[in-house]
């Protein structure tokens, strides 16, 4: 089945402790993004990737880090997560490249609290 | 930029029509609109762009007016299996996309 499979759905965890919330797709798709989701904020875009090695920042970078080291994979990392980055997370993926367009295939969501 | 979307939310009974508004202050290249029901992630709906006709999705169907930066979504005969949140999403250039979403239209379709 296509997916885009993250982990975990659910965590908890304390101020200043590293975390990684894991994000791979099966479908060979080039893009890959990361959103943050908050109430009446709507999805903001945090990172994307257009193709391994390459990733760009999106609206809300501050704090977080992404890596594309595999084309299936794109882990969203939390060096030091504060109270503020308590939010849903989605990871996203699509076929496009420099010039098509499709609609994206988002994940099933991470909620991350931080205390 | 987000774009602006309106209404925030609406209330509709079985079989009525809603219109779920997009604006952008950027010049548009692409629209996006999805459906997120609580709990689940956001499903894909269709997409427009710029200079492409509207689109329809069985009786969800979109138009994109390019000069006014404006998307519209519209609703026919609405079913309860309609509700959820809507948004969309806008394309600004005409390569990679880095698409930017609104904050979404909260939809309630009661028997």
């Known amino acids: 089945e296509a997916q885009v499979t993250q982990n975990p759905r659910y965590l908890i965890t304390v101020t200043g402790k590293k975390l990684t919330v894991t994000c791979s797709q099966n479908?060979?798709?080039?893009?890959m993004s990361w959103y943050r989701q908050d109430p009446g904020l709507g999805l903001r875009q945090i990172y994307y990737s257009m193709n391994v090695e390459v990733t760009d920042k999106g609206d809300v970078p501050e704090g977080y880090k992404v890596s594309r080291k595999e084309k299936r994979n794109f882990p969203l990392i939390l060096e030091s997560p504060s109270p503020n980055q308590t939010s849903l997370y989605f990871c996203a993926s699509s076929p496009n490249g420099q010039g098509t367009f499709y609609g994206y295939t988002f994940g099933s969501g991470t909620r991350l609290t931080v205390v | 930029q987000q774009p602006v979307q309106s209404p925030q939310a609406v209330i509709l009974r079985e079989g009525e029509d809603a219109v779920i508004n997009c604006s952008s202050s950027k010049a548009l290249y692409s629209v996006h609109w999805y459906r997120q029901k609580h709990g689940e992630a956001p499903v894909f709906l269709m997409i427009l762009l710029k200079g492409g006709e509207q689109k329809g999705h069985d009786k969800i169907s979109a138009s994109f007016n390019e000069k006014k930066q404006q998307s519209s979504l519209y609703l026919t005969a609405s079913q309860l299996s309609y509700s959820g949140t809507y948004f969309c999403?806008?394309?600004?250039?005409?390569?990679?996309?880095?698409?930017?979403f609104g904050t979404g239209t909260k939809l309630q379709v009661i028997p």
């Open positions: 999403g806008t394309g600004n250039s005409g390569g990679y996309q880095k698409v930017t």
């Open positions: 479908m060979n798709h080039e893009y």
